[in-house]
């Protein structure tokens, strides 16, 4: 059963910062890795999708990468501004047959001080 | 492109009603999963829907049941609700069955009192 841990459940950085939310999971079998972000009470916005072949996606200031021999992805956010404040979820998923699921950590709640 | 939009966004229900919450998928996306998230926690799987049928269930009791129709629109549907059913339930539709990117809608917050 694959579970996702999110480390730190909290952040808070000054503007301008540089920082990086950790993701580790625990079946390395999973297939692709996907990170949202998440604005209090809404849905779930897409950020970046890393493939099973690849190791790491980039969108303009964010960078993420996947090591499934280590059961890690991390998510790098550069020059941090106060709109990045959010809750930041990864998700990985794995293939039950053909059952393409997520399985979710708890989220990196982000605040980004002016 | 339309994206993915639910209905209602906000319900409240007493304990052992029954509700019915809708999901539109994105335009050509014939795959839907409904997730749950409980307050301060990540979505839980509920199950998927591939072209109308059922293609897998996550830990969740059978009065939780769902429907997709053949325009690829969503209902999950809950029986005998309970208050642990609060939560914001979400629905995400991606294209075909694949691990390609789920685009998830806004949500509906359903409150059992």
């Known amino acids: 059963k694959q579970e996702v841990t999110q480390i730190p459940a909290a952040l808070s950085v000054p503007e301008g910062e540089n920082l990086v939310l950790n993701c580790s999971f625990t079946?390395?079998?999973?297939?692709?890795l996907q990170w949202f972000r998440q604005d209090p009470g809404k849905g779930l916005t897409s950020l970046l999708l890393i493939q099973s072949s690849q190791r790491e996606q980039t969108s303009g200031r964010l960078n993420a990468s996947l090591d499934k021999s280590s059961g890690r992805s991390t998510l790098y956010i550069a020059a941090s501004q106060p709109g990045d404040s959010a809750t930041y979820l990864c998700a990985g998923y794995n293939s039950g047959g053909s059952n393409y699921k997520l399985t979710f950590g708890k989220g990196t709640l982000l605040t980004v001080n002016p | 492109e339309t994206g993915v939009t639910q209905s209602p966004t906000h319900l409240i229900k007493t304990r052992g009603q029954q509700v019915t919450l809708r999901c539109s998928s994105q335009s050509g996306h014939n795959t839907v999963s409904w997730y749950q998230q409980a307050l301060g926690q990540g979505p839980q799987f509920i199950f998927q829907y591939y072209r109308e049928e059922e293609n897998g269930r996550g830990n969740f009791p059978p009065r939780f049941s769902g429907l997709q129709f053949p325009n690829y629109s969503s209902e999950l549907n809950v029986n005998a609700l309970e208050l642990d059913d609060s939560a914001l339930y979400l629905c995400?539709?991606?294209?075909?069955?694949?691990?390609?990117?789920?685009?998830f809608g806004p949500g509906t917050r359903l409150t059992v009192l």
């Open positions: 995400a539709s991606s294209l075909e069955l694949s691990g390609d990117t789920q685009y």
């Open positions: 079946d390395s079998a999973i297939y692709n």
